[in-house]
């Protein structure tokens, strides 16, 4: 065995932000033993300290991975997000280092599909008021403002796994479903694609954002869309922060433009569970305010915690990328009895006959050879004949253009 090989055991993974047991369970049972599973997120300083010996990162959307804490990130050989959004980690500065990143696109889409169909009957009904004035001793029995879901109409921005499981069971529950999705896409039972943000905007009774945060979201929804919207109708977002213009919602509620809003994410949240939430929309009424929980469901979790820790686990014990966010992927066999090397580089001409060159002349045998490319990086794996040894590894990483070399033995053991 290559002197560089590493046992499992000193694989560090560290999972921040109160990853689901699930998780630590998959890599126990996978044979990594060396875990740090903090319920937290940490501060740039903190983590660029802590993440100089760490191989394995996990975390959800408040850990921030930006181009300074990758530069620390010496030994970090691949980045798994416990959600759906990517937004927090810089994939850029991920694909410069050969690290790809996976999340886990589908586990939590119908807690949020069902938190929004709830908030939806709440908001039409002015549960929110209602209930807060109850708690004070009030009594706001009224049938003013206060509507079925029946035949009112629901519009979906963004009608991807969310919506698009929105738009079912709402359906189910009586709503006329709209909505508006940059690309064309076939409508879940009678839901009907309108052909413009503002189309969507006039017609529909309560609005739902479910885009991911790019940069053509960021701020698509502010006060020229808000004044589009009916008079008395409803917004609601729980898809990124960076979406909606706080203030302009803030003041179309106070002004009664709109009849009431559900708010879980937010251009600023509070990094724990401690510190203050700040945000124009306290205290008003008509407005459900949740802590960024969309996807905090148990059932969400747990699935999270197994899905993409088996992502990280089979990209280490074997080099798959399948469902990476940044990453050529890669389905492998696996690979007994055969030693296994991932060789990732810029994609440029000339690489893979420099690779193969240093494998022929240091007399090893290619078995099985899987290459992909993006624009930027191309990632080969190489099933070999025999041990090659540090020589040859050596000048495998002194290929031109290369950004990582890693090996993999069929005992599962490991080069970083
Ligand atoms: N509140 C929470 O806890 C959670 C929030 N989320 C957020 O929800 C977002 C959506 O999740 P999924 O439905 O799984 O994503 P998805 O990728 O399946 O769907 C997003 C849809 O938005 C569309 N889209 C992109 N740009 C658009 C634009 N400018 N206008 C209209 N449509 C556009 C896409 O074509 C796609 O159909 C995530 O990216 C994440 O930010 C996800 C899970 C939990
Ligand atoms: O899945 C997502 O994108 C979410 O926003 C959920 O984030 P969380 O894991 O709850 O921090």
Same mark, same amino acid.
């Given at each position: 065995?290559?002197?560089?090989?590493?046992?499992?055991?000193?694989?560090?993974?560290?999972?921040?932000?109160?990853?689901?047991?699930?998780?630590?369970?998959?890599?126990?049972?996978?044979?990594?033993?060396?875990?740090?599973?903090?319920?937290? !997120?940490?501060? /740039?300083?903190? %983590?660029? =300290?802590? *993440?100089?010996?760490?191989?394995? &990162?996990?975390?959800? @959307?408040?850990?921030?991975?930006?181009?300074?804490?990758?530069?620390?990130?010496?030994?970090?050989?691949?980045?798994?997000?416990?959600?759906?959004?990517?937004?927090?980690?810089?994939?850029?500065?991920?694909?410069?280092?050969?690290?790809?990143?996976?999340?886990?696109?589908?586990?939590?889409?119908? !807690?949020?599909? /069902?938190?929004? %169909?709830? =908030?939806? *009957?709440?908001?039409?009904?002015? &549960?929110?008021?209602? @209930?807060?004035?109850?708690?004070?001793?009030?009594?706001?029995?009224?049938?003013?403002?206060?509507?079925?879901?029946?035949?009112?109409?629901?519009?979906?921005?963004?009608?991807?796994?969310?919506?698009?499981?929105?738009?079912?069971?709402?359906?189910?529950?009586?709503?006329?479903?709209?909505?508006?999705?940059?690309?064309?896409?076939?409508?879940?039972?009678?839901?009907?694609?309108?052909?413009?943000?503002?189309?969507?905007?006039?017609?529909?009774?309560?609005?739902?954002?479910?885009?991911?945060?790019?940069?053509?979201?960021?701020?698509?929804?502010?006060?020229?869309?808000?004044?589009?919207?009916?008079?008395?109708?409803?917004?609601?977002?729980?898809?990124?922060?960076?979406?909606?213009?706080?203030?302009?919602?803030?003041?179309?509620?106070?002004?009664?433009?709109?009849?009431?809003?559900?708010?879980?994410?937010?251009?600023?949240?509070?990094?724990?569970?401690?510190?203050?939430?700040?945000?124009?929309?306290?205290?008003?009424?008509?407005?459900?305010?949740?802590?960024?929980?969309?996807?905090?469901?148990?059932?969400?979790?747990?699935?999270?915690?197994?899905?993409?820790?088996?992502?990280?686990?089979?990209?280490?014990?074997?080099?798959?990328?399948?469902?990476?966010?940044?990453?050529?992927?890669?389905?492998?066999?696996?690979?007994?009895?055969?030693?296994?090397?991932?060789?990732?580089?810029?994609?440029?001409?000339?690489?893979?006959?420099?690779?193969?060159?240093?494998?022929?002349?240091?007399?090893?045998?290619?078995?099985?050879?899987?290459?992909?490319?993006?624009?930027?990086?191309?990632?080969?794996?190489?099933?070999?004949?025999?041990?090659?040894?540090?020589?040859?590894?050596?000048?495998?990483?002194?290929?031109?253009?290369?950004?990582?070399?890693?090996?993999?033995?069929?005992?599962?053991?490991?080069?970083?």
């Amino acid at each position: 065995m290559a002197k560089t090989s590493l046992d499992k055991s000193k694989i560090k993974i560290l999972l921040l932000e109160g990853i689901h047991q699930s998780a630590v369970d998959n890599f126990l049972n996978a044979g990594y033993t060396n875990i740090e599973h903090l319920p937290t !997120s940490l501060d /740039e300083a903190t %983590l660029i =300290e802590k *993440i100089r010996d760490v191989h394995f &990162i996990g975390l959800r @959307s408040r850990t921030q991975l930006n181009e300074r804490v990758f530069a620390a990130a010496e030994k970090l050989v691949a980045v798994g997000c416990f959600c759906i959004g990517t937004n927090q980690v810089d994939l850029d500065a991920a694909l410069a280092r050969g690290i790809p990143v996976f999340n886990a696109p589908y586990s939590n889409t119908r !807690s949020v599909a /069902e938190l929004v %169909l709830a =908030e939806s *009957i709440m908001l039409l009904r002015g &549960i929110p008021e209602k @209930s807060a004035s109850a708690h004070q001793g009030g009594w706001m029995k009224s049938a003013k403002n206060a509507h079925e879901a029946r035949g009112k109409t629901l519009g979906i921005v963004g009608y991807g796994s969310i919506g698009a499981q929105l738009s079912v069971l709402a359906e189910s529950l009586g709503f006329d479903v709209i909505y508006y999705d940059v690309v064309t896409k076939l409508g879940m039972g009678n839901a009907r694609q309108v052909g413009s943000l503002e189309e969507l905007l006039a017609r529909a009774d309560i609005v739902s954002l479910h885009v991911p945060d790019l940069p053509s979201t960021r701020w698509m929804i502010g006060e020229e869309q808000i004044a589009l919207m009916k008079p008395g109708s409803i917004l609601i977002n729980a898809s990124r922060g960076s979406v909606v213009v706080i203030e302009a919602l803030a003041e179309a509620l106070e002004a009664g433009r709109l009849n009431g809003a559900a708010v879980d994410v937010f251009p600023v949240e509070p990094k724990g569970n401690n510190e203050e939430f700040v945000s124009p929309l306290r205290g008003l009424p008509n407005v459900i305010l949740t802590p960024h929980i969309g996807g905090s469901t148990l059932e969400a979790q747990e699935n999270i915690g197994i899905e993409v820790s088996e992502k990280l686990v089979t990209y280490s014990d074997n080099g798959t990328t399948i469902t990476s966010v940044n990453f050529p992927e890669v389905a492998l066999p696996a690979h007994p009895g055969k030693h296994r090397l991932l060789h990732i580089h810029d994609n440029v001409p000339g690489v893979m006959s420099e690779i193969n060159r240093v494998l022929s002349e240091n007399d090893i045998n290619i078995l099985g050879q899987y290459l992909q490319t993006n624009e930027r990086i191309g990632y080969v794996v190489i099933d070999v004949n025999k041990d090659y040894g540090p020589k040859a590894l050596e000048a495998l990483s002194r290929v031109d253009h290369t950004k990582r070399v890693r090996v993999l033995y069929s005992e599962s053991s490991y080069e970083g």
